[in-house]
């Protein structure tokens, strides 16, 4: 069934959807009719089944049912990513976080990063939310501002800090103990990865350097794949 992000109030046994994007998608891109039903959701851990009553020139109007309410993990997964060259393998790794079920995202500027500047805001909240409706994940996660590496490193966050590198690494990340009640901070390099300098700043507060496999991978392809260890345990 259709999952749908909303901010109405959806507690109640009725929604007016008036939001020009959603109306848009709802009424144009799927046709939806009087008496569709789909799932609406507050990206705050609240579902409830809707069946649409009216359509008209500016609202829909939705009858609410079977009101669910998610409790969040927790455990978060927390992605340092570096803002990268292209921003289509940005956009992608976005993407595939929301999928995978990270908490936040936080752009890092590190060393190597030849951007650093997130471009189009509007459009990455609008692939989180695509993404989430997507796989109808209860919570979206939530990107913050361009974080640069030296206040990463002042500011550590609590619970496990990984990196990866293909060259200077403690151990394979699959063979890594995980607790489902302790934070993960994954860090992602850019193109061309983490310095050493970096690296060895990663084992100063505590953190642990993994490998994947016996390849380099780019950027986008470490992310998804350490991303996918991590959270699919």
């Known amino acids: 069934m259709q999952h749908f992000f909303t901010d109405q109030d959806i507690s109640g046994d009725h929604a007016v ?23 609406l959701m507050n990206g705050k851990g609240m579902k409830a089944h809707a069946k649409i ?37 940005f956009e992608l790794i976005l993407q595939k ?51 640069k590496w030296d206040n990463f490193l002042k500011n550590k966050p609590s619970g496990k800090i990984l990196t990866g590198d293909a060259r200077m ?14 934070n993960i901070n994954l860090v992602i390099g850019p193109e061309g990865g983490l310095t050493d300098k970096e690296l060895t700043d990663v084992h100063k507060i505590g953190g642990k350097i993994f490998i994947l496999g016996s390849t380099v991978l780019r950027m986008e392809t470490a992310a998804i794949a350490a991303m996918s260890i991590i959270l699919c345990r």
Do not use: W
């Open 53 to 89: 009553e009216n359509i008209d020139k500016k609202a829909i109007i939705m009858a609410l049912t079977k009101h669910e309410e998610v409790k969040p993990s927790d455990r978060k997964v927390n992605l340092y990513i570096a803002i990268s060259k292209k921003p289509a393998t």
């Open 97 to 147: 976080a929301t999928e995978l079920g990270v908490t936040n995202i936080i752009p890092l500027v590190t060393d190597r990063c030849q951007i650093r500047e997130v471009r189009n805001q509007k459009r990455l909240l609008y692939i989180i939310k695509e993404a989430s409706e997507q796989c109808e994940r209860a919570f979206l996660p939530e990107i913050h501002e361009i974080l």
């Open 17 to 39: 959807i008036t939001d020009e994007e959603l109306f848009h998608q709802i009424k144009h891109v799927l046709r939806f009719e009087k008496g569709g039903e789909c799932i």
């Open 169 to 182: 690494y403690d151990l394979k990340l699959s063979e890594l103990k995980i607790s489902n009640s302790e």
